[in-house]
């Protein structure tokens, strides 16, 4: 039999889909330690990068610690985590939230660092003063990127939720660490059809997302920046903020 | 807490996943350097290529990278081409881009200067634009270092050797001194790959210095 139909043998498979072990409630505990990570992640990165970047402050500080978080395998971290703090909700939660921090703080902050000095000078000129620039006219402008940096950070946070499975958690990963200890290979590769199109799913809606909060001003403008920059703001590789 | 006579004692097996890591976080990136480079150029020569070059590479991205080595286990099983292949996809997809931006940076007039001093097509593309492309194509090499050394410890939990057995032993008997140890020198592989980087950026672009003894 060849892998595709072991595979869709697994998902035709009634008995795959229901309970506390079916695929919607795997998918269901996946989004749940995602949502939270993310959720708690983008609480202390976006502030973070918003006031550092209104301020210009800290550029040393905030590349150093995104790019050592970086090199931090996630793994290794998780594990780690596991023998101090035993088994729980909280270890697999941690690594989540130290892996999605760098990209929405470096992206918050290269974002709102880089608006246009003459739109800043513009907002000062018509009155407007530090917190009311950085609300109504640096963080609109740097949406665009800030959603980016979201958009990855969500990315990596499903792709290593699947390793939440390996210390005695639920989500996705457990049909493919369960496979894989059972040598079942068809569980272990409908687990990662799953993931991969939770993945997928998720850099669809921060697309949709994307077109729906962008200011109609600002998604004209920076349509060039958004491409150029697809996979993040490459630190020690300046680019120009518009073209 | 850290027992240092367990790292004395097992100074041999520690050095071998360390070698093993090596091949499996170095061996992608020297393939996928080697494939991103005629890809990026196609992108530039070939426009309509790029946007399809793009979708693809994002697609790809977001698919996790212990679904792809997963994948690959019913095709090759557990030798290193099971690691190898995915993240020499992935180091691809990262790299494209910069290349492709790399090469579009260079100034019309230096293209024209190029090219009225009798470079053209091929010698132009090795002696002009890639040179000025090397250091936005290293800062994406840099990345997808880093990025592969902390992906290749994944492998471990599938049964491949890479430093990411340290994590899997120390889980099982719950026993923290080889995580420590694993996690040191993943992280200490990653910061000299990436000072390696920096220096080869320096050796390759000397221009890119010449400007900055104010």
Known sequence: ?243 | MFDMNWVMRNADDILGLLRDHLTLSFIPILLGLMLAIPIGVACVRWAWIYPIALAMSTAFFAIPSIALFVFMLPYTGLSQLTAIIPLTLYTVSLLVRNVVDGIRSTDDSVRQAAAAMGYGGIHRLVSVELPIAAPVILGGLRIATVANIGMVAVVSVMGLSSLGDLFVDGTQRFFLTPILVGIVLTTALAVVADLVLVAVQRRLTPWSQAGRNR
């Open chain 1, 1 to 243: 039999m060849n892998p595709f139909e072991l595979v869709s043998g697994w998902f035709q498979d009634p008995a795959n889909w229901s309970g506390a072990t079916g695929i919607p409630s795997r998918i269901a505990e996946h989004l749940q330690y995602s949502l939270l990570a993310m959720l708690i992640a983008a609480l202390i990165a976006i502030p973070f990068g918003l006031v550092l970047g209104h301020l210009n402050r800290g550029e040393i500080v905030v590349l150093t610690i995104a790019n050592s978080i970086r090199a931090l395998p996630t793994l290794g971290l998780l594990t780690l985590l596991v023998i101090l703090a035993g088994i729980g909700l909280l270890p697999p939660l941690i690594a989540l939230i130290v892996l999605a921090i760098p990209p929405m703080l470096v992206n918050t902050f290269e974002g709102i660092r880089n608006v246009d000095r003459f739109t800043v000078d513009a907002a000062r000129g018509i009155g407007l003063r530090g917190p009311s620039i950085l609300w109504s006219v640096e963080a609109p402008v740097a949406l665009p990127l800030i959603l980016l940096g979201a958009r990855l950070a969500a990315i990596q946070v499903i792709s290593a939720a699947t390793i939440a499975a390996y210390v005695g958690l639920g989500g996705l990963g457990r049909y493919i660490f369960d496979g894989l200890g059972r040598r079942d290979f068809s569980q272990v590769i409908g687990g990662s059809v799953l993931v991969a199109l939770l993945a997928i799913a998720t850099e669809l809606f921060f697309v949709t997302l994307g077109a729906a909060v962008v200011s109609k001003g600002v998604t004209r403008r920076s349509k060039k920046i958004f491409t150029a920059t697809g996979l993040g703001i490459i630190p020690g590789v300046r680019r120009k903020a518009t073209t």
